[in-house]
């Protein structure tokens, strides 16, 4: 099970956590910003939900 876990620390820590509310988001920390859906120039990068609360 120990792997298990080692294996979804290593996938959690490739993805970006929103901003707002710190949930990973779909986006990988590696992807440039064209690339990304729901980054805020000058604040970072936000879920959907927090994207859609603040920008409707």
Same mark, same amino acid.
């Given at each position: 099970m120990d792997g298990q876990n080692n294996g979804m620390k290593q996938q959690e820590d490739s993805y970006d956590? =929103? $901003? $707002?509310? +710190?949930?990973?988001t779909d986006m990988q920390k590696d992807w440039t910003l064209e690339m990304r859906e729901h980054y805020v120039? +000058?604040? /970072?990068?936000? =879920? /959907?939900?927090?994207?859609?609360?603040?920008y409707k």
């Open positions: 956590r =929103c $901003v $707002v509310c +710190g949930e990973y120039e +000058g604040a /970072g990068q936000l =879920c /959907g939900k927090c994207y859609r609360e603040l």
